[in-house]
């Protein structure tokens, strides 16, 4: 059974187009593309009509509602995890490394970066980045110290990293004669 979209005539004009190959039965066409939504407003189509004319409003039919066509799922669950972000041992002296994680829920946003007062003096960021995003707004260093349990104003709204997505920190240990671990947690919301 599909659904008459009141308009639709006009959003799909450019796709009877005869050089594309497309025909005017665009119909089939919207109740595939519209298969996994909700869909709220549009009126049941009436006999097996197909086509433009399907979609056309008759003279007879109640005046058209507006609102909303599609209505997004909500998330089921929301609430505020913990990322480790530490290194897996010690980062050689004047060395940068990289730190990879992957959170395993469906959406994850980093919103506070804590990274421990007793190394953030030996350390700076290069980079943030969420799967091949940078979250920062230029290249350059960021100072450690700019993230420590005491910091505050430091709250963020990063990307969501979503399932199996990389969530990746660049850092520089800039002790030139000591190797040291990088300690770090993130805090965030996931959605599921």
């Known amino acids: 059974m599909g659904f008459d979209?009141?308009?639709a005539n006009e959003m799909l004009v450019g796709f009877a187009d005869e050089e594309v190959g497309y025909d005017d039965d665009v119909s089939g066409d919207v109740d595939e593309l519209l298969s996994g939504y909700e869909i709220v407003g549009a009126r049941r189509r009436r006999g097996g009509g197909r086509g433009r004319s399907a979609m056309r409003q008759s003279?007879?039919?109640a005046?058209?509602?507006?609102?909303?066509?599609?209505?997004e799922q909500q998330p089921s669950k929301d609430g505020q995890l913990v990322l480790p972000m530490s290194?897996?041992?010690?980062?050689?002296?004047a060395t940068a490394a990289t730190i990879t994680?992957?959170?395993?829920?469906?959406?994850?946003?980093?919103?506070?970066?804590?990274i421990a007062a007793s190394i953030a003096?030996?350390?700076?960021l290069s980079d943030i980045k969420v799967g091949n995003v940078s979250q920062f707004v230029q290249a350059g260093t960021i100072p450690a110290e700019a993230f420590i349990q005491g910091a505050f104003g430091v709250a963020m709204r990063m990307d969501t990293v979503q399932t199996a997505q990389?969530?990746?920190?660049?850092v520089n240990n800039v002790d030139a004669m000591v190797a040291h671990t990088f300690l770090c947690v993130?805090?965030?919301r996931s959605v599921s």
Not at 121 to 124: A, D, I, L, Q, V
């Open 5 to 7: 979209i009141i308009g």
């Open 166 to 170: 990389d969530f990746v920190f660049q």
């Open 101 to 114: 994680a992957r959170p395993q829920v469906k959406a994850y946003r980093p919103q506070r970066i804590v």
């Open 87 to 93: 290194s897996s041992g010690t980062i050689a002296a």
């Open 121 to 124: 003096s030996f350390f700076t």
């Open 186 to 188: 993130v805090f965030g």
């Open 59 to 61: 003279p007879g039919r």
């Open 63 to 71: 005046p058209i509602q507006h609102g909303t066509l599609l209505k």
